[in-house]
């Protein structure tokens, strides 16, 4: 019991990156010198679902909307993503294989993490024979799990750091959040934050002068796969319907145009949805001080982490490397 402001943060699966969001503007607007974001969750069993019954959901526009492109009925999450997911199957002629590609990368990435969840090694077939559990594509392994977990992370000002001789510092040096806009019901990608991650990567680029094509490392909201791909889109990572190209080249792992989540996502190391942008910040933390062991991203300078929550919020940060 310190008598220090503390601030509880819900803003769905976005809370951990928002905590950073509000710590570094504590720390920006001079209130602050030193900040501890801290995020967990307990979470249960079985698909994600409303904790009230006794008053309106907000998520009730996510179903009204996906009502009018006529897709099943679902749990939320899942039917907003395997809606999103097969719009985008539809609108580039694309396969479900794509994917499952995604997970394989995943997956194999994740064994190389201790912290991760799920490390045995997936194929496509792996991932296509699962069962299946939206339309007909969207398998048990393309999404993640929910889990319980906590991350923490530490934000302080410059002089703080240098005071305290801290000298492994790792620079937040943009950030932007984005919430919920008209167009985030136009269609069933937009409905998962693709135009919002679109616009909070376009400011945390400018205001670090810097492009998709400067990044070492990305760790990315990849709540289900569907997700990651339409991501790389919305993020700049590739063009509009090129994602087939990019994962098939192997441009979203090593030795290609970025390493995309090196720890193993959401997909492999759970989603805690408290904790979630939190682990990433880690993640990548760790990456930049060249500590991630056999995961490590050779010469990875700087760094995009990008956590999304429906109904909802995009947060976009970038990392840069103390040279």
Not at 219 to 226: G, I, P, Q, R
Request: hydrophobic share 40%; net charge negative; with cysteine.
């Amino acid at each position: 019991m310190t008598g220090i402001p503390v601030v509880n943060v819900n803003n769905n699966c976005a809370s951990g990156s928002s905590a950073i969001f509000l710590a570094r503007q504590a720390i920006l607007s001079g209130q602050a010198e030193c900040v501890l974001a801290l995020g967990f969750e307990e979470m249960p069993s079985g698909a994600i679902s409303s904790m009230w019954a006794d008053r309106e959901s907000p998520f009730d526009v996510f179903d009204n909307s996906i009502n009018e492109f006529d897709y099943p009925m679902g749990p939320l999450a899942l039917r907003c993503f395997g809606a999103a997911g097969h719009y985008y199957l539809e609108q580039y002629n694309a396969k479900p294989e794509l994917f499952a590609q995604v997970a394989v990368k995943t997956r194999k990435h994740a064994q190389n993490n201790p912290y991760a969840l799920f490390n045995s090694p997936l194929t496509v077939s792996d991932v296509l024979t699962a069962p299946v559990l939206y339309k007909d594509y969207l398998t048990r392994l393309m999404c993640c799990p929910p889990t319980c977990g906590a991350a923490a992370a530490i934000i302080c000002s410059p002089d703080f750091a240098k005071h305290h001789g801290l000298t492994r510092g790792v620079n937040i040096v943009a950030q932007s959040m984005v919430t919920d806009i008209p167009a985030s019901f136009n269609d069933p990608m937009n409905l998962v934050g693709a135009e919002m991650s679109r616009k909070a990567a376009e400011q945390a680029y400018e205001q670090a002068g810097v492009g998709p094509e400067d990044l070492n490392v990305v760790e990315l909201h990849d709540c289900f796969t569907t997700n990651e791909v339409i991501s790389y889109e919305a993020l700049g990572f590739c063009g509009e319907g090129e994602a087939t190209k990019f994962v098939s080249e192997g441009d979203n792992t090593y030795g290609g145009k970025l390493v995309i989540n090196p720890s193993g996502g959401l997909m492999s190391k759970g989603h805690p949805i408290g904790a979630t942008g939190l682990a990433q910040c880690f993640e990548l933390t760790t990456q930049l001080r060249g500590e991630a062991g056999a995961r490590q991203v050779g010469g990875a300078v700087r760094g995009l982490q990008h956590n999304l929550g429906l109904g909802g919020a995009a947060v976009v940060t970038i990392y840069s490397r103390d040279t």
